[in-house]
Nanobody
Framework: QVQLVESGGGLVQAGGSLKLSCVIT????????MYWYRQTPGRPREEVAS???????KYADFVEGRFTISRDNAKKTVYLQMNNLRPEDTAVYYC??????????WGQGTQVTVSS
């Protein structure tokens, strides 16, 4: 059974940085494009970034060059380095694959709070 465990969130002032990590077990990590999503109360989850098996990356428009997604296949871990954080980045951040997202399998997420 797959497990997705996100970590690295916290409280940071605007302009600060955080690095999120997500370890995945029970899945063939290297075979999946990995995604980071975020969600705030009352709003649907939105895609933040993705990295495919060739390590090609994509970012949502709101990232504006501030975040970097990366992966370590040996550690079955995907990362999200977030710099120059803004209060509007406050959300719970989740990682996932398309396969497990479509089956509504999610981890607990990690809370990111950015104070102004």
């Amino acid at each position: 059974q797959v497990q997705l465990v996100e970590s690295g969130g916290g409280l940071v002032q605007a302009g600060g940085s955080l690095k999120l990590s997500c370890v995945i077990t029970g899945a063939v990590f290297r075979a999946h494009t990995m995604y980071w999503y975020r969600q705030t109360p009352g709003r649907p989850r939105e895609e933040v970034a993705s990295i495919d098996i060739d390590k090609d990356t994509k970012y949502a428009d709101f990232v504006e060059g501030r975040f970097t997604i990366s992966r370590d296949n040996a550690k079955k871990t995907v990362y999200l380095q977030m710099n120059n954080l803004r209060p509007e980045d406050t959300a719970v951040y989740y990682c996932n694959t398309a396969f497990h997202r479509n089956r509504n399998v999610w981890g607990q997420g990690t809370q990111v709070t950015v104070s102004s």
